[in-house]
């Protein structure tokens, strides 16, 4: 049962260039996030889709973007990568709603800017 | 102010005492929170979800609501070093669309 499949696991960018972290999900889960994990932070959520076809912004959205390709997969990119990018990301999927469902994780993507 | 605010430790306890681990909420409307426990390099994942006053148990994990006070915590009874690791504190936000994290008190439990 592979849960929440994030690719890659590690990358190294130069300032300027872009790159997309994919996600994928075998739960049949609607809802799906992109959160960014920085020391002492918590988890920042950046984008999230509550369903396939929608997709919003969450907390610190600037310098990225999503897509939302079908209801397993929700991508995310990083047109021009900035070092105040540099941070761990974890894509996450739902079961149920917000107010009383589980988060999934996936094994997280380690991004480093240089 | 952040919403969920914890203190980031760490939080040194000797095995088998009991770790408590505090939280602080801004919103009075909260009524729901969740605790999820983060090994070192790993993701986080669930251990604990509460949405009333009072106590909510599992195993050696309690978690506690208090709406007046706007806290919850967790309990953590005869602590073991497998429970070293960053505890994350979580409620939904005013518009009930996204989870809010707090920054995470890291826990050491040493032999």
């Known amino acids: 049962n592979a849960g929440v499949t994030q690719t890659p696991k590690f990358q190294v960018l130069k300032t300027g260039q872009s790159m997309t972290l994919q996600c994928a999900q075998d739960m049949n889960h609607n809802s799906m996030y992109w959160y960014r994990q920085d020391p002492g932070m918590g988890l920042r959520l950046i984008y999230y889709s509550a369903s396939e076809g929608t997709t919003d912004k969450g907390e610190v959205p600037n310098g990225y973007n999503v897509s939302r390709l079908n209801k397993r997969e929700f991508s995310l990119r990083l047109e021009s990568a900035a070092p105040s990018q540099t941070s761990v990301y974890f894509c996450?999927?739902?079961?149920?709603?917000?107010?009383?469902?589980?988060?999934?994780f996936g094994e997280g993507s380690r991004l480093t800017v240089l | 102010q952040k919403e969920v605010e914890q203190n980031s430790g760490p939080l040194s306890v000797p095995e088998g005492a009991i770790a408590s681990l505090n939280c602080t909420y801004s919103?009075?409307?909260?009524?729901?929170f969740f605790w999820y426990r983060q090994y070192s390099g790993k993701s986080p994942e669930l251990i604990m979800f509460i949405y009333s006053n009072g106590d909510k148990e599992d195993g050696r994990f309690t978690a506690q609501l208090n709406k007046a006070s706007q806290y919850v915590s967790l309990l953590i009874r005869d602590s073991q070093p497998s429970d070293s690791a960053t505890y994350l504190c979580?409620?939904?936000?005013?518009?009930?669309?996204?989870?809010?994290f707090g920054g995470g008190t890291r826990l050491m439990v040493k032999p």
């Open positions: 996450a999927s739902r079961k149920g709603e917000v107010r009383t469902g589980e988060l999934f």
């Open positions: 919103d009075r409307g909260s009524q729901s």
């Open positions: 979580a409620a939904p936000n005013n518009a009930g669309n996204m989870l809010t």
